[in-house]
């Protein structure tokens, strides 16, 4: 079965550095997703990706994140100036149509340090 | 913007017993309801979902419904077993937002053997 996949899995760095997460989508879904949890609470959106741009982004998704999609297959998430408050689960997902099932990547656990 | 409310946060039961997660909705245009089951550290994981032209659907051991005029939707598990033990987080989206996935605080479902 086709999954998702993302990398690193987790991620330690200094605050003020910049990362990138990195997420393989499932290959025909034209959807593409970016969501935080921070531990112990609940999964939070962050932007929407369709047709190479950005289709909705959470007020969370202030100018430190980018995403991208440079390739066919890969779709990243950048953020430039990392905060204590970064740290958390990020979950990539994507979806065929936009309106149905979302499939979760295993995400990539950041710790700012 | 929409909000999801979940409840109860924590559900304990005795395996072979019903287990009932309740979740609310703020957006009449919501119409897909997700749930996504989460064990600890890995993915979400789509385990059933409703559209807003449905009120009831089941697969096994689960089921979920919803009442559009009330704004809320449930997901229940009969003769639950210990690997049922997980959280499980409701979510909502609206039809014109790209598959934007708002979720609900998550329950913490226990079930003893």
Known sequence: EPEVTQTPSHQVTQMGQEVILRCVPISNHLYFYWYRQILGQKVEFLVSFYNNEISEKSEIFDDQFSVERPDGSNFTLKIRSTKLEDSAMYFCASSVYGTGEAFFGQGTRLTVV | ?113
């Not at chain 2, 009932?20 to 245009?29: L, R």
């Open chain 2, 1 to 113: 913007g929409e909000n999801v409310e979940q409840h109860p946060s924590t559900l304990s039961v005795q395996e072979g017993d019903s287990a009932v997660i309740k979740c609310t909705y703020s957006d009449s245009a919501s119409n897909y309801f997700p749930w996504y089951k989460q064990e600890l550290g890995k993915r979400p994981q789509l385990i059933i979902d409703i559209r807003s032209n449905v009120g009831e659907k089941k697969d096994q051991r689960i089921a979920v419904t919803l009442n559009k005029t009330a704004k809320h939707f449930s997901l229940h598990i009969t003769e639950t077993q210990p690997e049922d033990s997980a959280v499980y987080f409701c979510a909502a989206s609206i039809g014109t937002s790209y598959g934007k996935l708002t979720f609900g605080q998550g329950t913490i479902l226990t079930v003893h053997p």
